[in-house]
RNA sequence: UGGGCUAUCGCCAAGGGGUAAGGCACAACACUUUGACUGUUGCAUUCGUUGGUUCGAAUCCAACUAGCCCAGCCA
């Protein structure tokens, strides 16, 4: 089977890279503008996940636009870990993020940077910004500098140690570096209004002791920075001219720029690092919050945080998207600032544009239905050559055993059919895929009406599917040989949550869709499919496109999660 | 109620004074050895609302309305 995957490498099939004319979004525009006017004359972006939990299809948003945008104008991405607060960071998650981003094809050079390495910058940093009276040590507990903090609409009162010396705020932050107070104690603040209508300048903390052994720089550190003070110096260390961010960091920008001028690293805000803010990426009836996802996992309701209805990175890429698919469907989406909930068949547009010509096209039966062929020979067996994939020719062909007995979908079937229903039933002719036109001669049911056997009788003349009258036939169905199928395990997904009814109850749980995963043990494959490989893509034949489970396929026994099924115009009347 | 941001088709999203791009979804027809794909066609007299400026407004001005974000020693 790994020839037949081979052809996947095979790019451009069509030969026409159909990308469309985009038209350019805010981001690249500030860019060019940037660029045209001298502000910049280079590009650096980067991707600063918080190692604390799988990333999602929103963040696949964020690394490739800016990876995109890096590329684009020829400039530089970096991937930095922002582990500035080990309390909620485990290198588990540094090592998926890791592999997250690199499948998702974002060149980091294998080259990553980490927040903590800078631990010692950021420390001289608050260092200065003592010297400079523009930052003090304060004694208030958390309740009290909430207090002092006011609120959305009264302004917040002047923190009662704010004036302390410079000698004695040095003595005293040294002292909280080397471990002398107690976590929570005392916190460095940055000096600037408490009586600012932007709360994020109310004196912000910019340093808190938290005895925690960190991933990367163990038990070194007893004070940590927090994020407002470490990010803008971590990009103006970097070099990063365009800050991306999301839109709730808006309020956080002049606190950014404040950070970077105070430190010294840049006099204006022109010259600084630009923060610029997008809205996420949003799928509609679906389930990104990290709470409701380890619920999900404790309750055993899904299959760990790569479960295939997840749509965590590791989750669709376990279910079979393409980092393509993906990739194309974060492009389509678009780039701007209004908060947009995407539909997802937009994601599954994507998918089946993406795996179409690529992948072959086999036939599976899920449900079966056995059908005798009265008049063909009961010791026959021929040879079929089949194309893989009539739009991609380079796939290849390959042959199918053909004898009396076979399978068919039991949907395929009908005693009394609907208007409109050109599948197989009592009378009616129809063609087996690439190989006869059969009619249904007589059916067999058992008491409980269940149909358990179907005859039929074949036009030897028909080989491959036309017959030499040109005799028209309304219906094509897919079938697999009984001697010669292999069985398989083949899993149907829905939406995890309900779709009509939106992802949460009243009471806030999750309103879960009972049928979201369907197994089928005992699906019909063509043998060929038994060779499948982990991460193989089908196309099978009118049910949709498949991948191979690489955790639960053993040998013999592969499982085949149908990644999107095909559209269909089909309903019954 | 203070501050910040957003509002263009069911869903994304261009357009920034000259008379509404594109994609998804949907619908119809054609083609079809996948009821798929492909092709053709149809899908906003109207841009949150109301006024104003202008020969002309989605674009400019004013007022309003709605939604999102901010009061972690999280990021």
Same mark, same amino acid.
């Given at each position: 089977?790994?020839?037949?995957?081979?052809?996947?490498?095979?790019?451009?099939?069509?030969? /026409?890279?159909?990308?469309?004319?985009?038209?350019k979004?805010?981001?690249?525009? &500030?860019?060019?503008?940037?660029?045209?006017?001298?502000?910049?004359?280079?590009?650096?972006?980067?991707?600063?996940p918080?190692?604390?939990?799988?990333?999602?299809?929103?963040? #696949?948003?964020? &690394?490739?636009?800016?990876?995109?945008?890096?590329?684009e104008?020829? @400039?530089?991405?970096?991937?930095?870990?922002?582990?500035?607060?080990?309390?909620k960071?485990?290198?588990?998650?540094?090592?998926?993020?890791?592999?997250?981003?690199?499948?998702?094809?974002?060149?980091?050079?294998?080259?990553?940077?980490?927040?903590?390495?800078?631990?010692?910058?950021?420390?001289?940093?608050?260092?200065?910004?003592?010297?400079?009276?523009?930052?003090?040590?304060?004694?208030?507990?958390?309740?009290?500098i909430?207090?002092?903090?006011?609120?959305?609409?009264?302004?917040?009162?002047?923190?009662?140690?704010?004036?302390?010396?410079?000698?004695?705020?040095?003595?005293?932050?040294?002292?909280?570096? #080397?471990?002398?107070?107690?976590?929570?104690?005392?916190?460095?603040?940055?000096?600037?209004d408490?009586?600012?209508?932007?709360?994020?300048?109310?004196?912000?903390?910019?340093?808190?002791?938290?005895?925690?052994e960190?991933?990367n720089?163990?038990?070194?550190?007893?004070?940590?920075?927090?994020?407002?003070?470490?990010?803008?110096i971590?990009?103006?260390?970097?070099?990063?001219t365009?800050?991306?961010c /999301?839109?709730?960091?808006?309020?956080?920008r002049?606190?950014?720029?404040?950070?970077?001028?105070?430190?010294?690293?840049?006099? /204006?805000?022109?010259?600084?690092?630009?923060?610029?803010?997008?809205?996420?990426?949003?799928?509609?009836?679906?389930?990104?919050?990290?709470?409701y996802?380890?619920?999900?996992?404790?309750?055993?309701?899904?299959?760990g945080?790569?479960?295939?209805?997840?749509?965590?990175?590791?989750?669709?890429?376990?279910?079979?998207f393409?980092?393509?698919a993906?990739?194309?469907?974060?492009?389509?989406?678009?780039?701007?600032?209004?908060?947009?909930?995407?539909?997802?068949?937009?994601?599954?547009?994507c998918?089946?544009?993406?795996?179409?010509?690529?992948?072959?096209?086999?036939?599976?039966?899920?449900?079966?239905?056995?059908?005798?062929i009265?008049?063909?020979?009961?010791?026959?067996?021929?040879?079929?050559? &089949?194309?893989?994939?009539?739009?991609?020719?380079?796939?290849?062909?390959?042959k199918?055993?053909?004898?009396?007995?076979?399978? &068919?979908?039991?949907?395929?079937?009908?005693?009394?059919?609907?208007?409109?229903?050109?599948?197989?039933?009592?009378?009616?002719?129809?063609r087996?895929?690439?190989?006869?036109?059969?009619?249904?001669?007589?059916?067999?049911?058992?008491?409980?009406?269940?149909?358990?056997l179907?005859h039929?009788?074949?036009?030897?003349?028909?080989?491959?599917?036309?017959?030499?009258d040109?005799?028209?036939?309304?219906?094509?169905?897919?079938w697999?040989?009984?001697?010669?199928?292999?069985?398989? /395990?083949?899993?149907?997904?829905?939406?995890?949550?309900?779709?009509e009814?939106?992802?949460?109850?009243?009471? @806030?749980?999750?309103?879960?869709?009972?049928?979201?995963?369907?197994?089928?043990?005992d699906?019909?494959?063509?043998?060929?499919?038994?060779?499948?490989?982990?991460?193989?893509?089908?196309?099978?034949?009118?049910n949709?496109?498949?991948?191979?489970?690489?955790?639960?396929?053993?040998?013999?026994?592969?499982?085949?999660?149908?990644?999107?099924?095909?559209?269909?115009?089909?309903?019954?009347?």
């Amino acid at each position: 089977m790994s020839e037949l995957n081979n052809a996947e490498s095979a790019e451009n099939v069509t030969g /026409t890279e159909t990308e469309g004319t985009v038209s350019k979004n805010f981001i690249e525009k &500030i860019i060019e503008d940037d660029l045209a006017s001298g502000r910049v004359d280079h590009v650096v972006t980067r991707f600063p996940p918080e190692p604390n939990g799988y990333l999602h299809i929103g963040h #696949a948003k964020s &690394i490739l636009l800016n990876y995109g945008l890096a590329k684009e104008y020829g @400039g530089r991405f970096n991937f930095r870990f922002d582990d500035t607060n080990p309390t909620k960071e485990k290198l588990e998650f540094v090592e998926s993020i890791k592999s997250d981003v690199k499948w998702l094809g974002a060149d980091f050079r294998d080259e990553v940077f980490y927040a903590s390495d800078y631990f010692d910058r950021m420390y001289d940093c608050a260092v200065d910004l003592i010297k400079k009276g523009k930052a003090y040590v304060s004694d208030l507990n958390a309740d009290q500098i909430r207090e002092y903090r006011g609120t959305l609409t009264e302004p917040g009162k002047k923190d009662p140690y704010s004036d302390r010396s410079v000698e004695e705020n040095l003595a005293l932050f040294e002292d909280m570096k #080397a471990g002398k107070f107690e976590d929570g104690s005392k916190v460095l603040r940055a000096k600037i209004d408490m009586a600012s209508p932007n709360i994020n300048m109310r004196d912000p903390i910019i340093y808190r002791i938290a005895r925690m052994e960190h991933h990367n720089t163990g038990d070194k550190w007893c004070i940590y920075p927090m994020y407002d003070f470490a990010h803008p110096i971590e990009d103006a260390i970097e070099g990063i001219t365009h800050s991306i961010c /999301t839109l709730e960091f808006e309020d956080h920008r002049p606190l950014y720029d404040w950070v970077v001028i105070e430190c010294g690293f840049k006099n /204006t805000p022109e010259e600084s690092p630009k923060q610029i803010e997008f809205a996420k990426l949003y799928l509609k009836n679906v389930v990104t919050g990290k709470r409701y996802i380890k619920k999900l996992v404790e309750d055993g309701i899904v299959d760990g945080w790569d479960d295939p209805r997840l749509v965590s990175i590791a989750g669709l890429k376990r279910r079979g998207f393409t980092a393509d698919a993906i990739r194309r469907f974060v492009e389509i989406s678009g780039i701007s600032k209004s908060n947009a909930v995407a539909d997802y068949a937009a994601l599954e547009y994507c998918a089946r544009e993406d795996m179409k010509f690529k992948s072959p096209r086999l036939m599976a039966v899920l449900d079966p239905v056995k059908v005798v062929i009265d008049n063909y020979p009961e010791d026959n067996e021929e040879e079929l050559e &089949i194309e893989n994939n009539l739009e991609n020719e380079s796939l290849g062909k390959r042959k199918v055993k053909f004898s009396r007995e076979i399978y &068919i979908e039991r949907e395929d079937f009908m005693e009394e059919p609907p208007r409109k229903y050109f599948r197989m039933f009592p009378g009616n002719e129809v063609r087996l895929m690439n190989a006869y036109f059969v009619k249904c001669v007589s059916f067999e049911k058992d008491e409980t009406g269940k149909v358990t056997l179907i005859h039929c009788t074949y036009d030897p003349e028909s080989r491959g599917g036309n017959s030499p009258d040109g005799r028209k036939v309304k219906g094509t169905i897919h079938w697999v040989n009984a001697r010669t199928a292999g069985h398989a /395990t083949v899993r149907l997904y829905e939406n995890l949550v309900d779709e009509e009814k939106g992802v949460y109850n009243e009471d @806030g749980s999750l309103n879960l869709n009972p049928d979201s995963l369907k197994v089928i043990e005992d699906a019909l494959v063509e043998p060929a499919l038994m060779e499948a490989k982990a991460f193989d893509r089908f196309q099978f034949v009118r049910n949709g496109f498949f991948c191979v489970d690489y955790k639960d396929s053993v040998p013999g026994k592969p499982v085949f999660n149908r990644v999107v099924s095909l559209k269909s115009s089909f309903k019954i009347q």
